[in-house]
């Protein structure tokens, strides 16, 4: 029996913060990054004034719970020990509600609710001034990867290089249902919605790799629709530009594996500069200066772009690349292509 009008209400309280806790641990684990990535999730590094924005209104929510925390479990653990039962106690005088407690405990947290809102207004409120020379690029969310195109008909995928220090002006659009463009470090989070031109704006202050994903489910691989932000020095920038305009040079000694391609019917959907036009997947143009495979499931080595290309339904299933049940020598061929296409 407890003696004290505050404990039952208390522990009640903090039943309810544990469960949060746990719920938000649990959350955090699940955004840690997979095997294929280096960066991490963790939002602490904000580097665009949006990302600066958010990450302070989280270490304000984050701060406000820490000393309601800390005072419900110190009241607690005082209560519990000044107010425990003893041998031959008799029940306590029951008391049942308190005006004046009630009222604190609902001003508060109105308050308190009053005073983060006023500051999320004020976050809300900064104008992202646009830059005259805002870099635009489309971003296309499919199952269950993304398609960047970029000015003068490049076009990339799952891997975004943008110029630090240069604003960008994404276009979020979908080519089959709703996704979520969510890179922490750099921005919050934007749908991409058929049908709709979403734009979003920011400017990374510092040249870096920064960790994204789809954040909407969107299907059987929705976790497996990475994304990776690789923000250059300008320069850098320019030359990776450049490179991409430029048609992979190492096709003729790969003539078997062009072949197997052919044969396969992989350019109906992929494109390769020179060699096919296809629209559905990926473009493979420069897919061995990528970092992953199939958005971030499997590092980009030869070994796993032959696993991947012989049987890319086992590594993602669902995918919608069917498995053409390629020999390992023609998965090797494929791979060896492919790892050419820098
Ligand atoms: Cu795309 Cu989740």
Known sequence: ML????????????????KAAIAASGTLLALLPGAASAASFWPVSPQSEQASSIVFLFWLVMAIAAVFLFSVLGALLFMIVRFRG?????????????????????????TLLVVVFGFMLRELNKEIAIAPDALEITVIGHQWWWEYRYPGDVVAANELHIPAGRQVRLNLQSADVVHNFWVPDLAGKEQTIPGTNNVWTFTAGKAGT???????????????????????????????????????????????ALRLYAGNACGGCHTIQGVSGGKAAPDLSHIGSRT???????????????????????????????????TDQQAREIAALLEDLK
């Open 210 to 256: 920064y960790d994204g994903a789809c954040s909407e489910y969107c299907g059987t691989q929705h976790g497996w629709m990475r994304l990776t932000v690789i923000a250059d020095p300008p320069q850098a920038f320019e030359a990776w530009l450049a490179a991409q305009k430029q048609a992979p040079v190492t096709l003729s000694s790969h003539q078997d």
């Open 3 to 18: 003696d004290c009008p505050l404990a039952s209400g208390l522990i009640r309280e903090v039943t309810l913060a544990r």
């Open 86 to 110: 003893r041998p031959g106690q008799p029940d306590p005088r029951q008391r049942y509600g308190s005006l004046r407690l009630e009222m604190w405990w609902t001003a508060i947290p109105v």
């Open 292 to 326: 992953t495979i199939g958005a971030g499931v499997l590092p980009n080595t030869p070994e796993n772009m032959a696993r991947w290309v012989q049987d890319p339904q086992a590594v993602k299933p669902g995918v919608l690349m069917p498995s053409f049940h390629l």
